[in-house]
């Protein structure tokens, strides 16, 4: 990865100082060595101070820098912000993925939300450069809203392993299918099943004992999926077997789990934005 000498780009003023310069190279340079979670924030909180400068700070340019992410070469500053921005967010992601602590989880996944949500952001401004959103998919918006749809849905996937919530688990899953339809990743559709199979058990478990051939109807196209739970496909046997034994009910139901639109789904996002972090 080359590094840039921004003292050697943006002319020294009372607005941005060559010593402030002289330390976000440094804070580059230490990024692309290794990046961390703390390298990734602080460069990217000191790269953003110096782009709100640049632009709206009128602040002069000896020369336009050229940054690097992957296969692209661009002077777009933005391309930078994303090379960082998507950085930091896929670093909380891994946080999040090894942390046990569920609160701790749920306020890191909270924060890749908001870092991806930034991220669909930036990357809609670099639509007009079609050839380097095809090459790179981090370039295009409908990517990172697939993933901070992705992500929502693993916060509510979070929030029902804590405690059981029927409205929690069918979030979980509406997101993520929208997110994969947006954009297909076999990661996600694992995911798909599984929050498919707990938000439908989630329902069976609010019906009533007498609704035994309702419950099963619900479970049955789920079961035969490879990677449905086994808790789920447990249930379903035990179910099939009472229902054989006591109550004789058909098997047939009018309920569905719903999907939702991307108006919906925009609606939902807005409220996790609005919730606390904790």
């Not at 933005?78 to 609160?103: G, I, M, Q, S, W």
């Not at 998919?137 to 990172?144: A, G, I, M, R, W």
């Not at 929030?159 to 688990?169: D, F, Q, S, V």
Request: proline share 2%; glycine share 2%.
């Amino acid at each position: 990865m080359t590094s840039l000498y921004y003292e050697q780009c943006v002319v020294n003023s009372p607005k941005v100082s060559t010593k402030e310069l002289i330390k976000l190279s440094e804070y580059q340079r230490a990024f692309n060595k290794k990046p961390t979670l703390k390298s990734a924030e602080t460069y990217l909180k000191k790269y953003k101070k110096l782009i709100h400068a640049v632009r709206y700070r009128r602040v002069q340019l000896k020369t336009h820098p050229t940054f690097h992410y992957k296969s692209v070469k661009s002077a777009n500053w933005t391309v930078e912000l994303l090379r960082v921005a998507t950085t930091y967010r896929d670093l909380l992601l891994e946080k999040a993925d090894k942390t046990e602590d569920l609160k701790e989880k749920n306020r890191t996944l909270l924060q890749a939300l908001e870092v991806s949500n930034d991220c669909s952001r930036y990357s809609t401004s670099v639509l007009f450069d079609t050839d380097r959103v095809k090459t790179l998919k981090e370039l295009n918006p409908q990517y990172h809203l697939s993933r901070t749809l992705s992500i929502a849905a693993d916060r509510f996937f979070n929030m029902n392993t804590y405690r059981n919530n029927c409205l929690a688990i069918k979030r979980a899953f509406q997101l993520k299918e929208l997110s994969f339809l947006l954009w297909k990743s076999e990661g996600y559709i694992e995911d798909v099943i599984k929050y498919k199979a707990l938000a439908l058990l989630s329902m069976t478990r609010q019906m009533n004992d007498d609704d035994c051939g309702q419950k099963i109807a619900l479970l049955e196209g789920i079961v035969t999926k490879d990677l449905c739970p086994e808790e789920v496909k447990t249930e379903y046997e035990k179910l099939m077997q009472q229902n054989r034994s006591v109550y004789y009910t058909l098997v047939t139901t009018d309920k569905t789990l719903e999907t939702i639109s991307l108006e919906e789904a925009f609606h939902i996002l807005s409220k996790c934005f609005e919730s606390p972090s904790t």
